[in-house]
Nanobody
Framework: QLVESGGGLVQAGGSLRLSCVAS????????MGWFRQVPGKEREFVAR????????YSADSVKGRFTISRDAAKNTVYLQMNCLKPEDTAVYYC?????????????????WGQGTQVTVSS
């Protein structure tokens, strides 16, 4: 089970840090990712990180503003979001993948959290 937290309402230019905690023993995905979705649109890739090596990759739309990280000892992945813009408003989901894939697609992931709302006001 994946549980996200840390969403909320913030003004443009502000910051939020999302957390995603995985429950259960022997949690060992290959990749962990963050996606976001607004009503009427497809779920969009934001960032992913390899669980063992910590290799991170972000979408161009958030590069330089968002940072993904993980704490394997806590079964937790984070998304630090800085310089937030109104267009970052969405429900943010974390996901766990068990294939050696790029991690940039919804199909790369097996388990998903319930999502946390991020709203950025102008």
């Amino acid at each position: 089970q994946l549980v996200e937290s840390g969403g909320g309402l913030v003004q443009a230019g502000g910051s939020l840090r999302l957390s995603c905690v995985a429950s259960g023993r022997a949690f060992s995905p290959v990749i962990m990712g963050w996606f976001r979705q607004v009503p009427g649109k497809e779920r969009e890739f934001v960032a992913r990180i390899t669980w063992s090596g910590g290799s991170a990759y972000s979408a161009d739309s958030v590069k330089g503003r968002f940072t993904i990280s993980r704490d394997a000892a806590k079964n937790t992945v984070y998304l630090q979001m800085n310089c937030l813009k109104p267009e970052d408003t969405a429900v943010y989901y974390c996901a766990a993948g068990y294939r050696g894939s790029s991690g940039g697609y919804v199909a790369d992931y097996r388990y998903w959290g319930q999502g946390t709302q991020v709203t950025v006001s102008s």
